[in-house]
């Protein structure tokens, strides 16, 4: 069980460091690897606050060298985890932080544990070869995307700060480095249990699925069979999750096994991005050359990912390894009907199906998607302005003219606009603002502000669209140019992995 053994320290971070009170075989202590001149680029101070830590102390030269990796403050106690994964379906045994470090964790303002991870602080027993180290831009990224998700309702890690570390990275070319402060319920993963199981130490995938009961799911803890039940309670997460990403657009990218939270946050966003127009088939990361990754395949591979999971902890659930896998199966057979029912509602909210429970309401929604990915309409903008024609039916002809073929549109909305004439429309419109955003962080203003702060130093654009994607779901007239999507030659068709 998790105890407590808080420590203030001059730093005012009162760390409570239970993951490293687990068997030294789950992780490898480390030491710092310093940087050269770090320079604090962005620091989140509403979350720095949520957290309870001192935002002006993470400011001063001490903390900043702290966010670089260059000191550790008292009660700090930083470490590598050790995980394994199935990467694009192929399994590596050992994995683990290879350029990411520990710090400890943190109990906020509500009462919940965190970890405070450093991602690009240098080379680790896992690193591979690699340098360890991360280049400024995809640490951009990560924070603009992760902050983006939070603020749209999405379960997510979070970014509390970026730091420029005054030294370069090699990659294809030479780019500026950069570390990002993450922060998550916690970094296990569905790897992490792999990475004992593969090792047959099924003491070792034991005391991690104790762990993460205690700090995750307490709730299971009195359960006839506490291992099915943090299966299952791992399942519906994972389903509500996946459920919210394709409500956004959003495409992760790299669904691998080390890239799925236990706890049911998003996480490691590496070459994911978010859809303009609509397409089920749509892959942007360059390295998912088969497509596994696409949008439409998200769920499906939620699946795959459990499964594995629930191979992990077959021992557990019973010494009787067939009545394991039935009880396993059972679990994992939960897991359709589970995220249908999350993305079927969803799906209502975002069409204004607020009160009915109708067949023609499930089914005019889904209609919807099939026109607009035949049509090649861009699936923010098509929502937002439906939302806006509830109360002004002059909007929809904004809409009308995402679509290739309108009169497509024309007759979907004819019934549509049937189904909600009788009704409190103001109030419908008010619901499906909260269900569609008017902002999302579009890939074509993810890479002008990363091109501007790379290449000229300039983050002053990067700080815009932050401010931009901190309110998504308002009409904030500043912000307006952000709603547009990419003329032609902005275009992006492919991301990249690189923190």
């Not at 749209?152 to 570390?165: K, N, S």
């Not at 679990?331 to 995220?339: E, H, M, Q, S, V």
């Amino acid at each position: 069980m998790i105890t407590a053994d808080i420590r203030q320290v001059s730093s005012g971070l009162p760390f409570d460091n239970t993951y490293a009170r687990l068997p030294d075989r789950f992780y490898v202590k480390l030491a710092p690897n310093p940087v050269a001149r770090p320079r604090l680029i962005v620091l989140n101070t509403a979350l720095a606050h949520d957290l309870g830590l001192g935002a002006a102390w993470l400011a001063s030269e001490d903390g900043v060298a702290m966010l670089a990796g260059n000191r550790m403050p008292d009660g700090a106690d930083p470490l590598a985890q050790a995980y394994a994964g199935h990467q694009f379906g192929g399994f590596s045994p050992q994995l683990g932080d290879g350029r990411a470090m520990l710090l400890g964790e943190v109990i906020g303002r509500d009462g919940q544990r965190r970890d405070i991870q450093l991602k690009g602080s240098g080379p680790t027993p896992f690193s591979r070869r690699g340098d360890g180290r991360a280049a400024l831009g995809p640490v951009l990224r990560e924070y603009i995307v992760a902050e983006a998700m939070h603020a749209l309702g999405v379960p997510t890690t979070r970014a509390l700060a970026a730091v420029a570390t005054g030294e370069h990275v090699f990659r294809d070319t030479v780019l500026p480095g950069g570390v990002l402060t993450r922060i998550a319920a916690s970094h296990i993963r569905v790897g992490t249990f792999q990475y004992f199981a593969a090792r047959g130490d099924t003491d070792g995938v034991r005391d991690l699925a104790d762990y993460v009961i205690a700090r995750h799911y307490p709730e299971v803890a009195t359960a006839a069979n506490r291992y099915l039940a943090l299966l299952e309670a791992v399942i519906a997460r994972q389903a509500a999750l996946i459920a919210q990403w394709l409500n956004v657009g959003f495409i992760h990218g790299v669904m691998n096994t080390d890239n799925m939270a236990i706890s049911g946050e998003t996480i490691d966003y590496g070459p994911c991005a978010f859809m303009d127009a609509y397409n089920p088939a749509q892959v942007f990361s360059s390295i998912d050359a088969q497509g596994r990754y696409a949008y439409a395949n998200q769920p499906s591979i939620g699946m795959w990912n459990l499964t594995r999971l629930a191979e992990t902890l077959l021992p557990l659930i019973n010494d009787d390894q067939d009545a394991a896998i039935a009880a396993a199966q059972g679990a994992i057979n939960t897991y359709p009907r589970l995220f249908n029912a999350a993305h079927t509602e969803s799906l209502r909210r975002k069409v204004g199906a607020f009160d009915a429970d109708s067949e023609a309401d499930t089914g005019g929604a889904k209609d919807l998607l099939e026109i607009m990915a035949r049509n090649g309409a861009d699936f923010t903008l098509t929502f937002r302005g439906l939302t806006d024609g509830v109360t002004d039916r002059r909007a929809l002809e904004a809409v009308r003219a995402l679509f290739s073929k309108p009169e497509e549109f024309d007759a979907w909305a004819q019934g549509w606009l049937a189904r909600i004439a009788d009704d409190d429309n103001e109030r419908r419109a008010m619901l499906m603002r909260a269900a569609n955003p008017a902002v999302i962080p579009r890939n074509h203003r993810i890479e002008e502000v990363i091109a501007a702060a790379v290449t000229d130093a300039d983050f002053g654009p990067f700080e815009t669209l932050v401010a931009a994607l901190a309110r998504p779901y308002e009409d904030v007239p500043e912000f307006a140019d952000f709603r547009q999507p990419p003329r032609a030659e902005e275009i992006v068709r492919a991301t990249f992995c690189g923190t």
